[in-house]
């Protein structure tokens, strides 16, 4: 592995589900502490400081920490009951490998459901709900969850490892959403430290996004920025039953985003943003979300409006324990950014609005 891939790794699989991000904010002050000064807001966002010449404008880059996930709520005998983390399709929760975090250790277990050798067929053919799940962990006899110091709160994540596929060109683990818009923002800090500039650009891994961006609420305060780039992953449609014609597809290039269900984005910055990758010849194409949201959905809302945009790495079954993306994409992703706050100065961000 390089450099990158030893750091997609770790960042992967860290565990970090909505409200107990800890572990990846200790990665993003690792790599960025040495460059940047670290702060962070009350509800535990990571908020990076790269000071510029004057400090203005304030240049805000945000990806958030945390992956979809579980939390252990009750018992049932020998078993354990959960809510969901974030958005779960039911079906692709059956027999995930899970890790179950007490405050003392981890337990590793799996989720399950009743045997469909033990339904009759009309209850075999209805979809299941999480409610009619639960997490096994091979309890026996006497034993209860509570023996092994489960408790209802503790998070559970899905177990799997981050995987090179393809000979390197692709990569697959859980939590590209959104472990691989934070990598890019801390990649792209590094890369701009070394460049002169007079804007003060904020790296930022906000918390509980997948739950209603609300970390995006809170550093967005905090910062009070005055342009915003959200990134996060995008959904990658170059699959079997996809819509024709779909250009989200990995390979494709940096997603720009033009809508989805919580931002129309700044088109002044939307089209600046374009014109940058065009200039540079970084290939990119627009994608549209007619639902779900980013952390730009609260952002571009603070105080009385930051321009803010979102930039996407497209991503093969996102809200899954395995997503599948290209590292042609995410180092693609990384340049634009670079090259788009490297342009930020005053007068383009004061004639953004």
């Known amino acids: 592995m390089d450099r990158l891939e030893e750091l997609m790794k770790e960042f992967t699989e860290a565990p970090g589900v909505s409200g107990a991000e800890q572990k990846v904010f200790a990665l993003m ?60 399709w039911s079906p692709r929760l059956i027999g995930l490998p899970v890790r179950i975090f007490t405050s003392k250790k981890e337990i590793v277990g799996v989720v399950a459901s009743k045997s469909p050798f033990a339904m009759e067929k009309d209850e075999r053919d209805k979809p299941l709900s999480p409610k009619d799940l639960f ?108 819509p024709e014609g779909s250009t989200e597809k990995l390979g494709a290039g940096v997603s720009i985003c033009v809508y989805d269900a919580s931002l129309i984005p700044n088109t002044r910055l939307r089209d600046h943003v374009a014109s940058v990758a065009e200039k540079k010849k970084i290939p990119f194409h627009f994608s549209a979300i007619p639902f779900g949201g980013t952390d730009g959905g609260r952002i571009h809302l603070n105080e009385s409006g930051v321009p803010t945009l979102v930039l996407g790495v497209p991503t093969r079954y996102i809200h899954s324990s395995a997503g599948i993306l290209s590292r042609k994409d995410f180092d693609n992703t990384v340049k634009l950014l670079v090259e788009v706050v490297r342009t930020l100065g005053p007068a383009i961000v004061e004639n953004l609005t």
């Open 135 to 242: 997490i096994d962990v091979g309890l026996s006899g006497k034993q209860k969850p509570e023996t092994l110091g489960i408790r209802p709160g503790d998070s559970v994540v899905p177990d799997f490892p981050f995987t090179i596929l393809n000979g390197g060109k692709t990569y697959m683990a859980k939590a590209w959403d959104n472990r691989a818009g934070c990598l890019v923002v801390v990649e792209a800090l590094k890369k701009l430290k070394r460049f002169k500039l007079s804007s003060t650009v904020y790296g930022v891994g906000t918390v509980q996004e997948e739950v209603g961006l609300r970390g995006a609420v809170t550093s967005g305060h905090a910062i009070g920025p005055d342009v915003c780039i959200a990134v996060d992953v995008n959904i990658a449609r170059d699959l079997p039953g996809s």
């Open 29 to 88: 002050e690792r790599e960025l502490a040495p460059i940047c000064d670290i702060e962070k807001d009350r509800l535990g966002s990571f908020i990076g400081r790269l000071r510029g010449s004057t400090g203005e404008p304030k240049v805000m880059l945000a990806g958030h920490m945390d992956e979809i996930g579980l939390m252990v709520s009750h018992f049932t005998g020998k078993f354990i009951r959960f809510n969901t983390l974030g958005g779960w």
